[in-house]
């Protein structure tokens, strides 16, 4: 009976920091080894060489799978050779790692205007604008890709439906 309050306080004091933790993001050093390949592949990728920049970024991923940088790099590779999708896949997984990340947000929603998902987008330009309260580079260039998009007449509403012409058929004995 005499040690009933100092066990519930002591109890109540394990309970609220053990979950302090829960449901954010763990956070770890990136490998100085990862972070160097990431280095080479940039000064690579902006000599042009986009297919030696790629293999060096995946070398850094192998290295340590948990570098964000890595991962934005090969989505910006990914949107230079014209492939949106793989560039939001690649910027999805550096928003996995921190999804407050503000440049991958950026770049995942101008790939996602490449695509012409405007709209998730726009979804993505809110969350940069809710967590960068000053003015963001990042805010202003996904604006710009928007505001561009939307100039863009839609050519797949513009399409005119062609009915095919069937020749007749004649039959030969």
Do not use: H, W
């Amino acid at each position: 009976m005499r040690f009933t309050p100092a066990a519930v306080a002591l109890s109540l004091l394990f309970a609220t920091v053990s979950s302090t933790g829960i449901g954010q993001p763990v956070r770890y050093a990136v490998n100085p080894a990862s972070q160097a390949l990431v280095d080479e592949g940039s000064s690579v990728q902006q000599a042009g060489k986009l297919d030696e920049a790629i293999g060096l970024y995946e070398a850094a991923l192998a290295v340590d799978p948990g570098n964000r940088t890595a991962y934005i790099a090969l989505a910006q590779v990914a949107s230079a050779q014209g492939l949106p999708g793989k560039a939001i896949r690649f910027y999805r997984e550096a928003l996995r790692l921190d999804p407050n990340d503000v440049a991958a947000l950026a770049g995942q929603g101008e790939a996602m205007v490449q695509r012409g998902a405007v709209e998730k987008a726009r979804r993505n330009l809110v969350r940069i604008e809710a967590i960068c309260t000053t003015g963001c580079t990042e805010t202003n260039r996904l604006i710009t890709a928007i505001d561009q998009a939307a100039a863009k007449p839609v050519l797949s509403a513009e399409a005119v439906a062609s009915t095919p012409t069937v020749a007749p058929v004649t039959e030969q004995p």
